[in-house]
């Protein structure tokens, strides 16, 4: 049910449009969305949605302007899309949008939602005040530890209910920019007054304080200071062109290209595919060891200009290797730009680096526009539903093979762990190693998954194949992972079944569960099979004394 967390609910009611006026926006938003929407009710019930539409059509004319689209916000978020949203109206130049198209204002100015002046980040640590207008730039760093009288992990919880995302990384992006919305957290009842905000922090030195926010003017030119400012930090090299819809840099001491897509469009000056064919005239010029691909600022544009990078990366004999490619991907990863993360898993060598995307790989998107009859107010509705290539297409999103975190600290300081870590990689090698550096750090699926690309590669020799698959075997035991080894080599027995390394791997596997009876009848067949074998007899011998592991 819909309920706005209004005070003084009676007293209050619409000043810039008529009571009647919102309630035909609520009832043709009610019939519109889900008319225009490939799949309206995959995440809610029409029985919820109705009973929403309700509740809000009914406590119009007891609500603020703000309030209302509050709750025509929560209606639309219920779809439970990252693309299906209301876009807020807002003076564009302080407000978080990815939209690639233009929105409408509304239809009176007095619509307008407010700013404070500071923007927000979800950091691994907590939540933070990342940038602020310049007379606040003292703020910058500061932990938000609570606003009105609510906790901070409590705050973004009250927020839920009116965030459209696809995955939790996509509402730890979008939480924190409906927390700068002061008739957002009044009317969601976490602040009282929509012109002093009160917020507690715990600034830079580790003093907690108490301080009032007020709203930026609207439509005055604004400016926020980040780090880089605030502390003279010197900004990380993804940090320094993110307007740039792409550009690259080689680090020459590395051998390494970084390349970073930040939208998939093309620019006037240098359409995406000639951008590409530069990345290939470096690669094949000069010595490149690694080409990192960057997709965390990444909020899409038309996954038809996926093509020519990937086609680029999966035909380079020197750059398409476990090892030598590898794609950043984050909480922003989104639309288009998860596409071309599905493209790269499927068809490339790619390792993805940093955090988990902030779409899911079968998602809803291609929204069109929609505006409200009496306010205007923009719908961007979910049209298609583009399915992944896997067979989950229930995947939350796309999981990194080398997860790595980011800190209110790594942002200060102007470092980028998730970049460091590349560099620090070995250079392309053994594809065991690498499949044993991702299952130390993603576990045994992800490791599998690296593997079944290598072993599918029809470059790769049989003879390599079998090197990588008794190594990791080996690697398994010797961690005395005994579960995985028992899987590992029971897949490995489907695929060579008139081999018996597999059986005595999963014989070993048992002697790692303590279980030689299971180890011992193992063993036996092997040597039923193949009588010469002189590792199943010895095994067999020390299992028969009483020592499994001799």
């Known amino acids: 049910m819909l309920l706005l967390l209004t005070h003084g609910l009676v007293q209050a009611q619409p000043k810039v449009l008529r009571a009647a006026q919102w309630q035909e926006d609520v009832a043709f938003l009610a019939e519109q969305l889900p008319r225009m929407h490939r799949n309206p009710y995959n995440k809610m019930s029409q029985q919820a949605f109705d009973s929403a539409v309700a509740v809000l059509h009914a406590q119009v004319p007891q609500l603020k302007d703000y309030e209302i689209i509050v709750g025509l916000t929560r209606l639309v978020a219920m779809v439970g899309d990252g693309h299906t949203r209301l876009t807020l109206p807002q003076d564009m130049a302080v407000a978080y949008s990815r939209a690639h198209s233009s929105t409408p204002p509304p239809s009176d100015p007095g619509l307008y939602l407010n700013h404070l002046p500071v923007k927000l980040a979800l950091f691994d640590d907590g939540l933070f005040i990342r940038e602020?207008?310049?007379?606040?730039?003292?703020?910058?760093?500061?932990?938000?530890?609570?606003?009105?009288?609510?906790?901070?992990?409590?705050?973004?919880?009250?927020?839920?209910?009116?965030?459209?995302?696809?995955?939790?990384?996509?509402?730890?992006?979008?939480?924190?920019?409906?927390?700068?919305?002061?008739?957002?957290?009044?009317?969601?009842?976490?602040?009282?007054?929509?012109?002093?905000?009160?917020?507690?922090?715990?600034?830079?030195?580790?003093?907690?304080?108490?301080?009032?926010?007020?709203?930026?003017?609207?439509?005055?030119?604004?400016?926020?200071?980040?780090?880089?400012?605030?502390?003279?930090?010197?900004?990380?090299?993804?940090?320094?062109?993110?307007?740039?819809?792409?550009?690259?840099?080689?680090?020459?001491?590395?051998?390494?290209?970084?390349?970073?897509?930040?939208?998939?469009?093309?620019?006037?000056?240098?359409?995406?595919?000639?951008?590409?064919?530069?990345?290939?005239?470096?690669?094949?010029?000069?010595?490149?060891?690694?080409?990192?691909?960057?997709?965390?600022?990444?909020?899409?544009?038309?996954?038809?200009?996926?093509?020519?990078?990937?086609?680029?990366?999966?035909?380079?004999?020197?750059?398409?290797?476990?090892?030598?490619?590898?794609?950043?991907?984050?909480?922003?990863?989104?639309?288009?730009?998860?596409?071309?993360?599905?493209?790269?898993?499927?068809?490339?060598?790619?390792?993805?680096?940093?955090?988990?995307?902030?779409?899911?790989?079968?998602?809803?998107?291609?929204?069109?526009?929609?505006?409200?009859?009496?306010?205007?107010?923009?719908?961007?509705?979910?049209?298609?539903?583009?399915?992944?290539?896997?067979?989950?297409?229930?995947?939350?999103?796309?999981?990194?093979?080398?997860p790595v975190g980011y800190t209110s600290e790594d942002y200060l300081k102007g470092r980028d762990p998730a970049l460091e870590t590349v560099l620090n990689m070995p250079p392309a090698g053994n594809v065991s190693t690498v499949m044993q550096q991702v299952y130390n750090n993603t576990g045994f699926k992800q490791a599998v998954w690296v593997y079944s690309r290598f072993a599918l590669d029809s470059r790769t020799s049989p003879e390599e194949v079998r090197a990588v698959e008794k190594e990791f075997g080996d690697f398994l035991l010797q961690q005395k992972k005994a579960e995985e080894a028992t899987a590992w080599y029971g897949y490995m027995s489907s695929q060579h079944k008139e081999e018996v390394w597999p059986m005595i791997g999963i014989a070993q596997a048992h002697l790692l569960n303590q279980d030689s009876q299971k180890a011992k009848a193992v063993l036996e067949k092997v040597i039923r099979l193949e009588p010469a074998n002189q590792q199943a007899k010895n095994l067999l011998a020390a299992i028969r004394k009483g020592q499994p592991n001799g």
């Open 132 to 402: 602020a207008t310049p007379e606040m730039m003292h703020l910058v760093g500061a932990q938000v530890l609570q606003i009105g009288t609510v906790p901070a992990e409590d705050v973004l919880e009250k927020v839920r209910p009116v965030v459209h995302y696809d995955n939790e990384m996509g509402f730890r992006l979008l939480a924190p920019t409906f927390l700068v919305i002061p008739e957002f957290l009044a009317a969601l009842g976490i602040a009282d007054d929509v012109q002093q905000v009160p917020f507690k922090i715990k600034t830079r030195e580790g003093a907690v304080e108490d301080i009032l926010l007020s709203p930026i003017a609207l439509f005055r030119k604004v400016y926020f200071v980040d780090a880089r400012e605030a502390l003279g930090t010197a900004p990380p090299l993804s940090q320094q062109n993110r307007r740039e819809k792409y550009w690259l840099h080689m680090l020459e001491d590395e051998e390494t290209l970084y390349v970073q897509v930040n939208e998939l469009y093309d620019k006037e000056e240098e359409p995406l595919a000639a951008f590409v064919a530069k990345i290939e005239r470096i690669v094949i010029g000069i010595p490149v060891r690694k080409l990192v691909l960057d997709l965390r600022h990444n909020p899409g544009g038309s996954n038809s200009f996926n093509r020519p990078l990937v086609l680029a990366l999966a035909r380079s004999e020197q750059i398409n290797r476990f090892g030598s490619l590898y794609t950043l991907i984050g909480r922003e990863t989104f639309s288009a730009a998860q596409m071309l993360a599905n493209d790269l898993e499927y068809y490339t060598n790619t390792l993805f680096v940093g955090e988990p995307s902030g779409s899911s790989p079968s998602a809803y998107g291609d929204s069109r526009k929609m505006q409200l009859p009496n306010s205007n107010l923009t719908i961007r509705i979910s049209t298609i539903y583009w399915r992944d290539w896997s067979g989950d297409e229930k995947r939350p999103w796309t999981a990194p093979d080398i």
